[in-house]
């Protein structure tokens, strides 16, 4: 009897110092990354006594799941992480709470200010920055033995790789995020900004001789150099590297863990600018950082691991995890060795970061639409495909408000 | 046993009998479960469903002693109730939110990046630091806006009556507004979702060339080239199988009908892989065979071929069962005797087979077209980064999206960007359009008729 009360006395005891409430997150990672947000849980647990539940949701999914979902009490206290292209309509749907309460000026300034622009929208700071990315030249140096700098190295490269077997470079070819580099190497961009350096959604830079110019070029890495072919999509590029079958892909680090775990010895370099180009190649740089439910029952306890999450510490193991750049400047230094997080970080610094404007989400399908026009025919008239480009965004902006 | 009440005034005295009884039994269930929370506050609210099945148990107990005939009804009840919940509910909702803006960004919800730290100055006005009307995104004048005005755990809405340089008047001043303030007060400005009339009909129709009318095109050609193709392959298979003389037939039976007893989620997304132009399996194959790669999946014509192809191979084993159960039913004799009469088995096929079988295959083809009509899973899973692009197009509406794909892109994925309101008003055309096409379906195969005669 005594045992027993003894023991239910333990499990009050221990019961009153951990159950300090649940947060639930939702996450998109997976493989190592989601094993690093796993063991951070547990560690966060046992440093703080709050409960966390790793839910795991498609990428895709996260945006329209919480936008419907948090306003009635089934959404996650936490998104770990989202881009900035998916912050600002939620933001406005009034499903996330804004940080600037939350955080020090201490903090802040041990980001890089792109990390920190990215989550600002509305002049209020909506996420707590966790990595950057972009896509940038992942070589497999066991094909490609010097690194492609320039333009003729890359397509005699490409060209010499490409057998049958083999291949020299892919890239999902149909994907908006991927090819936007192009454009702007050819002076093209999504948004103007106003005078007061706000983003300007009725100035599209897509179309016009950029954007023409860009499809074509897109078009001739398949009809002209032969290096594309038809139906490659992400899933097959990014086999085809793993499996060393390729020797040049257009990818970011979110992929590098798996590309570590299949023991490729890689290189990452920008893609090296053809000439005629107006301007040099620059991806869009997206920052990923963890975002807080505005319904939250528990914010504080939310915030809490979040900040836990960001800490300079836990991005430098998050990149030992996968491979994803982070965007606190003592990472950063700490990092200064690797690389990998050099090359990707020589692209981030050549690319503009994605618009973090609810307008946004109408860019991507239309700009998929004209890729898929632009590459199914080598007669394609991409004037007509650049300019149905642009009709077709500002169509989806105005919408039926 | 009493009679029922004959006539139309029969019916509605018993539907509103029935009304009254359930509206009864809910008024009582929510008192019941409102006495009860006061002394568990932790209840959780789908108890409320169980607090009214219990008060409508003696109700219609009570309503049976007044009016006897209502025991018929009974039998009726709980099948009616499941389809007011889940049928009539969400349909009446959906019609209503075709004519409004609902989306994303017109959600009813305070926009948190208008949130501004305000303080509140009796009686009614809220001091800025600032100029309100760029810091809650007005426009011209806030006057007449819906905001939220919130401090801690409370929250209220509250509508602008008058503004100054840094100042906004409120109508109605909320009643924790004004007390001893323990936290900022905030105000955000409500994304009013409204009233918008047919601007999202309108905005369909006016894509109609690009979006509307290819895909309702389309649409029904896939619905109805995969009814007659898996109907003619199934029926082929089916009268091979159900030949006595067949050895083996057992197996084949069960070998051909694999393709429909796995989960279509997963086949078709192997499809996917197989069709990939340049590493799928169906190229590879015809490579061998010295045909050039075909571009399924990439092509507008060959994607569709290879869709309705996928189609086939996935529904001619439902077809095929069916064929087989009706073979079943018709008697041995009759083919014995059309063998006396000296009749060919192409003849025995034409007047005995296909008439007997005819009768018990319409019902099929029918549930066949509806099902594919709205094939969601087989065109979405198939290529869910969108098919071939249509020139001039909507982004949502690809040259292998059918009207129910179109809808889905569209109010729930990137490239329509949570326009739930125009999701909405594209599944209304399809309920009108499947409403349609089933009228017609049932008047030309006369389906219903049997009843009437």
């Known amino acids: 009897m005594r045992k027993v009360l003894f023991t239910l006395f333990f499990v009050a005891l221990f019961g009153t110092v951990f159950a300090q ?5 939702w996450t998109h990672f997976q493989g190592p990354e989601l094993q690093w947000l796993q063991s951070a849980a547990q560690s966060f647990e046992k440093a703080s006594g709050t409960t966390v539940n790793v839910v795991s949701v498609p990428f895709n999914d996260i945006k329209q799941k919480f936008i419907l979902g948090a306003p009635q009490g ?18 406005v749907a009034g499903v996330l709470e804004p940080l600037d309460k939350y955080v020090t000026q201490n903090y802040l300034s041990g980001l890089e200010p792109v990390a920190v622009d990215a989550f600002t929208y509305g002049g209020k700071l909506f996420g707590m920055p966790m990595s950057a990315e972009s896509v940038a030249l992942i070589y497999n140096k066991a094909l490609v033995p010097n690194p492609p700098k320039t333009w003729d190295a890359f397509l005699a490269t490409a060209k010499k790789l490409t057998t049958g077997d083999t291949f020299g470079f892919l890239y999902p070819e149909n994907d908006a995020y991927f090819n936007f580099g192009f454009f702007r190497m050819e002076g093209g961009y999504v948004f103007g900004k106003n005078a007061d350096g706000s983003t300007n959604t009725s100035d599209l830079g897509l179309g016009g001789e950029a954007g023409v110019k860009a499809l074509d070029f897109i078009k001739a890495l398949r009809y002209t150099y032969g290096l594309v072919p038809d139906g490659v999509d992400y899933g097959v590029a990014d086999g085809a590297f793993k499996d060393g079958a390729l020797g040049m892909i257009l990818n970011g680090p979110w992929a590098l863990g798996d590309y570590k775990k299949a023991n490729l010895d890689l290189g990452v370099e920008p893609f090296p600018t053809p000439p005629g180009a107006s301007r040099q190649w620059g991806p869009f740089v997206g920052v990923q950082g963890v975002v807080v439910n505005a319904y939250s029952q528990d914010k504080v306890a939310a915030v809490n691991f979040a900040k836990f999450l960001v800490t300079p510490e836990s991005q430098v193991s998050f990149n030992q995890a996968g491979g994803r750049i982070p965007v606190s400047k003592s990472a950063v230094e700490q990092l200064k060795g690797d690389p990998v997080v050099q090359g990707f970080s020589s692209a981030i610094a050549l690319g503009t970061p994605m618009p973090n404007v609810p307008a946004i989400g109408k860019v991507w399908g239309p700009m998929a639409d004209a890729l898929k026009l632009a590459e199914a025919k080598q007669d394609s008239d991409t004037t007509q495909i650049a300019s149905d480009l642009v009709s077709q965004i500002q169509k989806g902006i105005a919408g039926t408000q | 046993m009493t009679r029922h009440p004959p006539g139309f005034r029969g019916l509605l005295l018993a539907l509103a009998a029935l009304t009254a009884a359930v509206g009864l039994a809910v008024v009582i269930g929510v008192l019941l479960f409102w006495l009860v929370r006061t002394r568990l506050p932790d209840l959780p609210t789908y108890l409320l469903l169980v607090t009214i099945g219990l008060a409508l148990l003696p109700m219609l107990v009570l309503f049976r002693r007044r009016f006897p005939f209502l025991s018929d009804w009974y039998y009726l009840l709980p099948a009616t109730l499941f389809l007011l919940a889940f049928t009539v509910y969400p349909i009446v909702l959906t019609m209503g939110l075709a004519f409004t803006n609902f989306s994303g960004k017109n959600y009813g919800r305070p926009d948190r990046a208008t949130e501004t730290a305000v303080t509140f100055v009796a009686p009614a006005t809220l001091r800025f630091t600032t100029d309100p009307r760029p810091a809650l995104r007005c426009g011209d004048s806030c006057v007449g806006a819906q905001v939220e005005v919130y401090r801690g755990n409370e929250r209220a809405r509250a509508t602008i009556a008058g503004e100054g340089p840094t100042a906004l008047t409120l109508e109605r001043v909320p009643a924790f507004v004004p007390a001893p303030e323990d936290g900022q007060l905030y105000v955000a400005k409500v994304n009013n979702y409204h009233f918008i009339g047919v601007k999202n009909f309108a905005f369909i129709l006016s894509n109609a060339s690009t979006a509307l009318w290819p895909v309702f095109r389309w649409n029904v050609v896939f619905a109805a080239g995969s009814v007659i193709l898996t109907a003619l392959m199934g029926l082929i298979l089916g009268v091979v199988l159900n030949d006595s003389r067949l050895r083996f037939r057992n197996f084949y039976r069960t070998a051909l009908i694999i393709s429909w007893a796995l989960p279509n989620i997963i ?158 008003a594209i599944a209304l055309i399809i309920f009108v359009v499947t409403v349609g096409i089933s009228l017609i379906n049932f008047n030309i195969t006369g389906a219903f008729r049997e009843e009437r005669r």
């Open chain 2, 267 to 424: 086949t078709i997304q192997m499809w996917n892989a197989l069709l990939n132009q340049q590493f799928g399996a169906v190229n590879r194959l015809l490579g061998l065979l010295g045909i050039y790669s075909i571009p399924w999946l990439t092509q507008t014509d060959w994607a569709k071929l290879g869709i309705v192809l996928v189609n086939l191979w996935l529904g001619f084993p439902f077809m095929m069962t069916a064929t087989l159960g009706a073979l079943s039913t018709i008697p041995n004799e009759l083919y014995e005797s059309a063998q006396i009469d000296g009749a060919s088995p192409w003849q025995a096929f034409r007047g005995i087979t296909l008439p007997l079988v005819r009768t018990a295959f319409t019902p099929v083809l029918l549930t066949s077209f509806a099902f594919n009509f709205n094939n969601f899973n087989l065109i979405y899973l198939i290529l869910p980064q969108g098919g071939p692009a249509i020139p001039g197009g909507l982004a949502t509406a690809n040259s292998t999206d059918i009207l129910i794909s179109w809808a889905y892109k569209t109010a729930f994925r990137a490239e329509g960007g949570s326009a739930y309101g125009l999701g909405s």
């Open chain 1, 74 to 91: 089934k959404g996650p206290d936490l998104v770990v992480t989202l881009p900035q292209d998916q912050m600002g309509e939620m933001a």
């Open chain 1, 21 to 25: 409430g649940t947060v639930t997150v």
